[in-house]
C-alpha cells in the first residue's frame, strides 16, 4: 500500500452519489477530485465499502448502490484495503477509547496510523482530537 495520500471516508462516498444529501456539493467536489486524478493514491477500506454500497442500496437503490461499487472498484486512483486480524483487534481498542468512533471508524484510525497517512477527508467530527488524523471537510487546492 505504498503510496497512499488519504483517506476518504464513507460519508463522503454516500453524499456524493446522494444528490439530496446536504453534503452533497463538497462531496462531490472530492470524489470528482479523486476520479480526475488531483487526489492520487486515496484509500478506503472494505469496512468503508461496506458502509458506503448499503447505505446506498437501503436509502436510494440498487441500481445507484451497484453504481457506487463499480465506481470505488474500478477507480485507478481509489485502494482498498482489507482488515486482517491484527487490526481488528487494533480497531476495538481504538473503539473502546473513543465514544464518538463508529467501529468502522476505528478501523480507518487504525490502518491511517499503520500507513502513516495523516489526512482523511470526512464530514464526521468523530475522528476530530484524534492524533495524527488531520480531518478535511473540503477540497482544499
Known amino acids: 500500500m505504498i503510496g497512499v495520500t488519504t483517506f476518504i471516508d464513507s460519508c463522503v462516498w454516500i453524499a456524493a452519489f446522494n444528490k439530496k444529501d446536504v453534503k452533497h456539493e463538497p462531496a462531490k467536489e472530492i470524489v470528482t477530485a479523486i476520479i480526475e486524478g488531483r487526489i492520487k493514491n486515496a484509500m478506503i477500506t472494505d469496512y468503508i ?68 497517512v495523516k489526512t482523511l477527508f470526512s464530514f464526521d467530527s468523530g475522528f476530530d482530537g484524534i492524533n495524527d488524523v488531520q480531518r478535511l471537510d473540503q477540497l482544499v487546492e
Not at 486512483?77 to 464518538?100: C, L, R, W
Open 49 to 116: 465499502f461496506n458502509e458506503v454500497v448499503t447505505y446506498i442500496r437501503k436509502k436510494i437503490n440498487a441500481n445507484a448502490s451497484n453504481q457506487a461499487a463499480n465506481a470505488l472498484l474500478d477507480s485507478e486512483h481509489v485502494m482498498i484495503a482489507n482488515i486482517d486480524e491484527t487490526s481488528f483487534i487494533a480497531a476495538f481498542h481504538v473503539f473502546q477509547g473513543y465514544d464518538a468512533l463508529s467501529f468502522t471508524d476505528a478501523t480507518t484510525v487504525v490502518l491511517m496510523k499503520n500507513l502513516k
